[in-house]
């Protein structure tokens, strides 16, 4: 006799008659098929004699879910296990034996103690990579002849884990937040820039922040996530490229003027990885990025205005003036009170390579402002 697995046996047996000079051999195998349990069994005697013999035992339970199927015979007093999100194939033990669940979800405890308390436990070893339970262990009580009912909660969760550079080639640092688009915190980074997300969306931006400068990343994953995944690792490939450039932006004036400058936002986004950077046309994918940034200057009398505008040393997947995209300073409103005010120079640009570029607007107010917009296309 042995045991091939906890679900399946065997049995050889030999045997010698010297008296009648005969030879028996028997051989039987069973096995837990995790709804019914199967045995086959055959021998041989002598020349002229063969058996063959096999069974099929188990239960039936017919309930308000359906009918499910037992390995085990179900008594009197028994319970209708469920998980939810019809998880199957989860190994669930209690006092009876393990059963497992069915494509429903549900699965059949044979058999319950009548008038005393009994456990039920998953075996969270069976349960897909990508779910966790809140609770796995319930204690039922029941009388004699009833039916019980014990429901499990599972939840399907999304991990990944990130190894995020930044545009300058450097690891993110450790410590810095991660929050979601909508500015909720997710996690914080560790180590080497390694950033693990718990439950991520199939189509999720992070942000991430630190004192510094602000990045944003895009991440896009398959809408159906992989049940036998137990976290998704996102390395710096070809295909799979989570690099972001992110512009950092030093607004300072370039010539004498007794203004004072402020901006909407001191970082901006080029990742060109971004799905809203991208547009059809004609059944071909290209690029186009449009970013804004107010700039308030606010003068105490007539100024030419030139605003210098000092970028980060950053890499080709990231910002950076020249042929592939011109930085557009555009000048579209400009008040004196309530008034509107003429400009004498509505834009100004930079095409040369490098990480710097100066802009200039001519300003006529004696005491205003101007509403400045800073466009880089692809």
């Known amino acids: 006799m042995g045991v091939v697995s906890d679900e399946m046996s065997y049995y050889v047996n030999a045997e010698r008659d010297h008296d009648e000079r005969e030879t028996s051999l028997n051989g039987s195998i069973s096995s837990n098929l995790h709804y019914t349990q199967v045995s086959l069994a055959a021998g041989a005697s002598g020349s002229d004699s063969r058996t063959y013999n096999g069974t099929m035992s188990g239960g039936i339970a017919v309930h308000d879910q359906g009918v499910t199927f037992s390995p085990w015979t179900i008594n009197d007093t028994f319970a209708i296990a469920k998980?939810?999100?019809?998880?199957?194939?989860?190994?669930?033990?209690?006092?009876?034996?393990?059963?497992?669940?069915?494509?429903?979800?549900?699965?059949?405890?044979?058999?319950?103690?009548?008038?005393?308390?009994?456990?039920?436990?998953?075996?969270?070893?069976?349960?897909?990579?990508?779910?966790?339970?809140?609770n796995g262990t319930k204690m039922i009580k029941q009388g004699r002849g009833a039916v019980g009912k014990v429901g499990f909660s599972a939840i399907t969760q999304r991990r990944a884990l990130l190894n995020i550079t930044l545009s300058d080639g450097k690891k993110l640092p450790r410590g810095v937040a991660i929050e979601d688009s909508e500015g909720n915190y997710l996690t914080t980074s560790v180590d080497d820039g390694v950033v693990f997300l718990n439950n991520i969306k199939p189509d999720m931006v992070l942000d991430i922040k630190d004192e510094q400068q602000s990045c944003r990343i895009h991440l896009t994953f398959p809408e159906d996530a992989p049940k036998d995944v137990f976290m998704r690792q996102q390395q710096e490939s070809a295909n799979e490229r989570i690099i972001t450039g992110c512009l950092l932006l030093n607004f300072a004036m370039a010539a004498q003027a007794e203004c004072n400058i402020s901006s909407s936002i001191q970082n901006i986004d080029y990742g060109k990885r971004s799905a809203a950077m991208r547009q059809v046309d004609r059944g071909k994918t290209t690029q186009l990025a449009d970013r804004t940034i107010t700039l308030v200057m606010q003068c105490d009398q007539d100024a030419h205005i030139r605003?210098?505008?000092?970028?980060?040393?950053?890499?080709?997947?990231?910002?950076?003036?020249?042929?592939?995209?011109?930085?557009?300073?555009?000048?579209?409103?400009?008040?004196?009170?309530?008034?509107?005010?003429?400009?004498?120079?509505?834009?100004?640009?930079?095409?040369?390579?490098?990480?710097?570029?100066?802009?200039?607007?001519?300003?006529?107010?004696?005491?205003?402002?101007?509403?400045?917009?800073?466009?880089?296309k692809w």
């Not at 006092?95 to 058999?111: E, H, K, L």
């Not at 456990?119 to 809140?134: C, F, H, Q, R, Y």
């Not at 890499?315 to 004196?336: H, K």
């Open 83 to 134: 998980m939810d999100n019809n998880i199957a194939g989860v190994r669930i033990t209690s006092q009876a034996g393990p059963v497992w669940t069915d494509f429903r979800g549900n699965a059949v405890i044979p058999s319950i103690q009548p008038w005393r308390t009994s456990g039920v436990e998953i075996d969270t070893a069976s349960l897909p990579k990508n779910v966790d339970i809140g």
């Open 307 to 376: 605003v210098q505008l000092n970028t980060a040393n950053i890499s080709n997947n990231g910002f950076g003036f020249g042929p592939n995209g011109s930085l557009n300073l555009i000048a579209s409103d400009a008040f004196s009170g309530s008034n509107n005010l003429d400009l004498a120079l509505a834009s100004g640009k930079n095409d040369n390579p490098g990480s710097t570029g100066t802009a200039s607007i001519s300003t006529s107010p004696i005491i205003g402002w101007c509403l400045c917009k800073m466009v880089k």
